[in-house]
């Protein structure tokens, strides 16, 4: 084995225990901060409730241990990949988000696909014509994209195409129609980040010694920069797709109340409301698997995307 790969393959490991540790510490934070939120039992019990059916409902749920006691056998559930009971649903917690994960999925997805395919070519154009018409108003379309909040853009997409227009349904789930406007609404504000960050890197390898040595042998503007720029300036743009990808897989909660979305993002808002700790802390871990997941894969493929990085020795 070269030096080379055993050092790839000490960063990957040393990148995947990384991982772990956080993984490990988001599920610690999880089960803390659902315990010192309030108390469960005053939301599932009847406010006439006696003491003997608060006990009682309390051992039924663990609660009656002490604390250390409760950590030590959710960490030894995590293990074994059980994530207990919800108490709402009364189903194991991963079937509850097993059953709202594919609409989360899909509607981040298309929100992600949608952004890229607008996005790539307005960073791409903006770049090349630095400082002109077209450059100032693509800037003034990302400012405005950036700053507008997702809810007030679904709503506005509710009453121009909902109310006004009666082309596209106002909210609900199971078809195509129903998907465009959740998913336009998550990617307007991906389209502003993903544009930006692009036509910024875009503009730094514009000045680079090798896209002038790729005009000079007869490549076109448009060439040069599809042939050598776009994948030199791809890996800040990369992270940021990443980033914006584990937003939308851990659920887009404003965007998913708006259109009645049975995603992860509502289920969460219906956990947190209904008291259900064992299902608020498996979407939380959920949500940071997600994120730390994404992260890894980007942070390992960095060195594929541009040879001029070397993981770490």
Not at 24 to 44: C, N
């Amino acid at each position: 084995m070269t030096d080379r790969r055993r050092a790839v393959l000490r960063s990957a490991g040393s990148k995947t225990l990384s991982a772990l540790i956080v993984l490990y510490l988001a599920a610690t934070v999880a089960f803390l901060l659902v315990r010192i939120s309030g108390d469960p039992l005053a939301m599932l019990l009847p406010p006439d409730a006696t003491q003997e059916q608060s006990d009682e409902m309390a051992a039924t749920l663990g609660l009656d241990q002490p604390l250390i006691v409760q950590y030590l056998d959710y960490l030894g559930g995590l293990v074994r990949l059980d994530l207990g009971d919800s108490i709402f649903y009364g189903e194991p917690v991963s079937s509850v988000i097993a059953d709202r994960l594919p609409a989360t999925a899909l509607l981040a997805v298309t929100a992600m696909a949608i952004a890229l395919l607008i996005a790539v070519p307005a960073g791409i154009f903006s770049a090349m014509h630095r400082g002109k018409a077209g450059d100032k108003g693509i800037i003034t379309v990302i400012l405005i994209g950036q700053s507008t909040p997702a809810f007030w853009v679904g709503i506005l997409l509710v009453l121009i195409f909902a109310v006004q227009l009666q082309v596209l349904p106002a909210a609900g789930y199971g078809s195509v129609q129903n998907l465009v406007l959740p998913a336009v609404t998550l990617a307007v504000y991906s389209v502003a980040v993903i544009a930006r960050l692009l036509r910024s890197s875009l503009i730094d390898v514009l000045s680079s010694d090798y896209m002038r040595t790729a005009t000079a042998k007869g490549y076109g503007p448009t060439r040069a920069v599809l042939s050598h720029g776009l994948r030199n300036a791809s890996l800040p743009v990369i992270t940021v797709v990443g980033l914006e990808t584990g937003s939308l897989l851990g659920g887009a909660i404003l965007t998913e109340q708006v259109f009645g979305w049975p995603g992860l993002g509502r289920l969460t808002v219906e956990a947190i409301s209904n008291r259900d700790l064992p299902l608020v802390q498996g979407t939380i871990l959920l949500f940071a698997a997600i994120f730390v997941v994404i992260n890894l894969v980007v942070d390992l493929s960095y060195s594929a995307l541009d040879p001029r990085v070397r993981l770490e020795k």
